[in-house]
């Protein structure tokens, strides 16, 4: 079973509210990744756990946290959405950076 | 760092004709390098990778990619369309320790 999963698939968020997105994979995979991509933009990396150790993206450092607490899941979590945060968010994983990245089908968040 | 262009932002070709989607990328090592694509409403799927060694390497569904380092380039390519290949091709780059960097897509549709 090579699937990333990804709860839940859409998202409503109200300005200002927190919004907490789950990824799980059951691959044994070593390193996660939260990818941000919006319309007719690239998908964006906004972070990776490489086992525990949590490397967020500089531009997104402050915007974004996430958690870890065991090998098969990863959340990413916003504490306070902003209309820039309406995006769709890609959750993958992989046994080391460089190699194959499975991907999940995203949650699409939208903050109204 | 590492960047990719994809220049077409569009393709739209007739079923059963052929299919070449540009992809040119910027980095200073050896790059891994990989074609993604997206269905509508589905996650990223891998079509093929390149890490080293035939410079052109094949992939799932018939789509293959030949990868140029002297242009700096990793073209996918298809013999033959079919409308079910309608979709958007990313492009990507990986360089260690860095994640996947992605170009803007390619929005391809096949028509009848």
């Known amino acids: 079973d090579t699937t990333v999963k990804q709860n839940p698939r859409y998202k409503l968020a109200r300005v200002g509210k927190p919004v907490n997105l789950i990824c799980s994979q059951t691959?044994?995979?070593?390193?996660m990744y939260w990818y941000q991509k919006k319309p007719n933009q690239a998908p964006k990396l906004l972070l990776f756990y490489y086992d525990k150790i949590l490397n967020r993206e500089a531009d997104t450092f402050e915007k974004f946290q996430s958690s870890r607490p065991n090998n098969s899941f990863c959340s990413l979590y916003i504490g306070s959405a902003g209309l820039e945060y309406s995006a769709m968010y890609l959750c993958?994983?992989?046994?080391?950076?460089?190699?194959?990245?499975?991907f999940g089908k995203g949650t699409r968040l939208t903050v109204v | 760092a590492q960047s990719v262009t994809q220049p077409d932002a569009r393709v739209t070709v007739s079923e059963g004709a052929s299919l070449q989607l540009r992809c040119k990328y910027s980095y200073s090592g050896t790059p891994y390098l990989f074609w993604y694509v997206q269905y509508p409403r589905q996650g990223l799927q891998l079509l093929l990778k390149?890490?080293?060694?035939?410079?052109v390497v094949q992939g799932v569904n018939g789509f293959e990619a030949e990868f140029i380092k002297s242009n700096s380039s990793f073209h996918l390519r298809k013999a033959s369309v079919h409308w079910s290949d309608s979709a958007v091709y990313f492009c990507a780059v990986s360089a260690c320790a860095q994640g996947l960097t992605f170009g803007l897509g390619t929005r391809v549709s096949v028509f009848p």
């Open positions: 390149y890490y080293s060694g035939d410079p």
């Open positions: 993958a994983s992989s046994w080391a950076r460089g190699t194959e990245v499975f």
């Open positions: 691959m044994n995979h070593d390193t």
